[in-house]
């Protein structure tokens, strides 16, 4: 504790920093959860924690604003737990390591948590103030966000009075979201045979892509880590003779995978080979992204020859056929709104285990109809490689509301403040607010927040100077809800 302890605004980074020491990753919500409990205890607040962990905080408004109508601040409580290949950090028992550099706030080989910390620091703020007028508050903290958004999906929304419900789940400076594409989480699963083969083991590994947000980031081609290795081992299989022992890769359906090893076994007369021709193709791969992945690597490892259980030659060729042959990425274009995404899919994790592979994918689309299309071209593939497809769980759209009286406040709020015009966009990502809609149509929703950077990968950072700028903006917003 202490790294923020001089940087502006305090009272922010302050609960920040106290947030970076508890764990809190998606399903493993319960240290976060109780740290929010004691936070209402210590200022004397009420509050209510549900069955699945979502907590609500209420405080009173202040002088004037006694009998305003209440204002809702949400943001959710996990994080993604993301980390560097080489990094030993256990996200379920220790505290972040955070930093201070070139005016960004990051942490040492991990996701920040920024989002959604950054929420629940400006909110616990303005709980724990004396001196910021604002009406009755509702602070609405959610659980499992990042996978499923579970928290969401349990709320029950009678806890609340408030209608006008500021989301702070954004992640650029000026821009307020005021709907989303609905998504779904499913897993294809594939079974896998295996059988005894003799052989040197060659373990292959790619590396160092940047990732990203797989709603926010679908849309600038960055290499997945899944797919390039699906394409490696079927252009190598085309040349030379090898069994696959298991691929993985990849450690959230909402994330563009960053990383991925396969092991394969092959006769050792052929091992140099294999990998003479693995580097032409990496040298080809690298210079397809044109410099867009600068810290791209791919490599391989040979090891001792032994006897390896190895899928047998079905299993070998129906994994290399899925992984490289099905659907990835931006599947559609908005035909309404200029330059955002219809419709997506993102390969996120592929895990082996003795008898199946399983291959998590996260979906998105503001149209029903183009996301059951895409679902079902997904079990078309898992049908032809003998597998099926698992739903995890699915949220709804949110519509755009044409009459808010949130919208138009905060953007003369913004242009008073600031002299600029905030850009109103329907986000591809998906949004608690397209669940918490669902549940109560009268709720009048925004998102916005601070800049941040790489979201959901190691390189994650939150700016110092934007941070500054949407506390000025949230506490006007708050006095003008008189």
């Given at each position: 504790m202490g790294v923020l302890n001089d940087i502006e605004p305090k009272e922010v980074f302050r609960q920040f920093e106290a947030l970076s020491q508890v764990p809190r990753r998606t399903y493993r919500c319960d240290k976060i959860g109780d740290y929010c409990v004691e936070f209402a205890?210590?200022?004397?607040?009420?509050?209510?924690?549900?069955?699945?962990?979502?907590?609500?905080?209420?405080?009173?408004?202040?002088?004037?604003?006694?009998?305003?109508?209440?204002?809702?601040?949400?943001?959710?409580?996990?994080?993604v737990a993301s980390k560097t290949p080489e990094s030993g950090h256990d996200f379920d028992t220790e505290p972040l390591e955070i930093f201070v550099e070139d005016g960004y706030i990051g942490a040492k080989d991990t996701t920040l948590g920024g989002d959604d910390g950054i929420a629940l620091a400006y909110a616990m703020a303005i709980l724990a103030s004396k001196d910021i007028p604002h009406p009755p508050v509702e602070a609405v903290f959610t659980v499992d966000e990042e996978i499923g958004m579970g928290g969401a999906h349990a709320f029950d929304?009678?806890?609340?009075?408030?209608?006008?419900?500021?989301?702070i789940d954004g992640e650029e400076d000026g821009v307020f979201t005021v709907g989303c594409a609905g998504g779904m989480v499913c897993d294809v699963v594939i079974p896998v045979s295996r059988r005894e083969r003799n052989g040197v083991r060659v373990t292959i590994s790619s590396k160092g892509y940047i990732g990203g947000h797989s709603g926010n980031d679908i849309q600038r081609q960055r290499g997945n880590a899944i797919k390039d290795m699906g394409r490696i081992l079927y252009a190598l299989s085309k040349k030379i003779d090898f069994s696959l022992l298991s691929v993985n890769g990849g450690n959230a359906?909402?994330?563009?995978?960053?990383?991925?090893?396969?092991?394969?076994?092959?006769?050792?007369?052929?091992?140099?080979?294999?990998?003479?021709?693995?580097?032409?193709?990496?040298?080809?791969?690298?210079?397809?992204?044109?410099?867009?992945?600068?810290?791209?690597?791919i490599s391989a490892e040979i090891g001792e020859e032994d006897e390896h259980s190895v899928?047998?030659?079905?299993?070998?060729?129906?994994?290399?056929?899925?992984?490289?042959?099905?659907?990835?990425?931006?599947?559609?274009?908005?035909?309404?709104?200029?330059?955002?995404?219809?419709?997506?899919?993102?390969?996120?994790?592929?895990?082996?285990?003795?008898?199946?592979?399983?291959?998590?994918?996260?979906?998105?689309?503001?149209?029903?109809?183009?996301?059951?299309?895409?679902?079902?071209?997904?079990?078309?593939?898992?049908?032809?490689?003998?597998?099926?497809?698992?739903?995890?769980?699915?949220?709804?759209?949110?519509?755009?509301?044409?009459?808010?009286?949130?919208?138009?406040?905060?953007?003369?709020?913004y242009?008073?403040?600031?002299?600029?015009?905030?850009?109103?966009?329907?986000?591809?990502?998906?949004?608690?607010?397209?669940?918490?809609?669902?549940?109560?149509?009268?709720?009048?929703?925004?998102?916005?927040?601070?800049?941040?950077l790489n979201v959901h990968t190691p390189g994650e950072r939150l700016s110092i100077e934007s941070t500054a700028k949407n506390w000025e903006f949230l506490k006007a917003v708050l006095a003008k809800l008189k």
């Open positions: 205890k210590e200022h004397s607040l009420e509050y209510v924690r549900d069955e699945v962990g979502n907590v609500v905080i209420y405080k009173p408004g202040t002088a004037g604003y006694e009998d305003s109508e209440p204002v809702i601040l949400q943001g959710h409580m996990d994080m929304t009678s806890l609340l009075k408030g209608r006008k419900f500021l989301n359906a909402n994330v563009i995978a960053q990383y991925c090893t396969a092991e394969v076994v092959m006769s050792a007369d052929r091992a140099g080979n294999f990998i003479e021709r693995l580097n032409e193709l990496t040298d080809t791969i690298r210079d397809e992204y044109s410099g867009s992945e600068p810290d791209l690597e899928m047998n030659w079905e299993s070998t060729v129906n994994m290399i056929w899925y992984l490289y042959g099905a659907l990835d990425g931006v599947q559609a274009m908005d035909r309404n709104v200029k330059g955002s995404v219809e419709s997506s899919l993102n390969t996120g994790i592929v895990a082996t285990a003795d008898a199946e592979c399983r291959v998590t994918y996260q979906m998105r689309s503001s149209i029903l109809s183009k996301m059951e299309e895409m679902l079902l071209r997904l079990g078309m593939w898992s049908e032809i490689v003998g597998g099926h497809v698992d739903i995890d769980s699915s949220y709804p759209a949110w519509p755009y509301n044409p009459v808010s009286e949130l919208r138009p406040l905060m953007v003369e709020t242009k008073e403040l600031f002299g600029e015009e905030p850009v109103v966009d329907v986000m591809h990502a998906g949004l608690e607010g397209g669940i918490l809609i669902g549940k109560d149509p009268d709720l009048d929703i925004v998102t916005f927040g601070p800049d941040m």
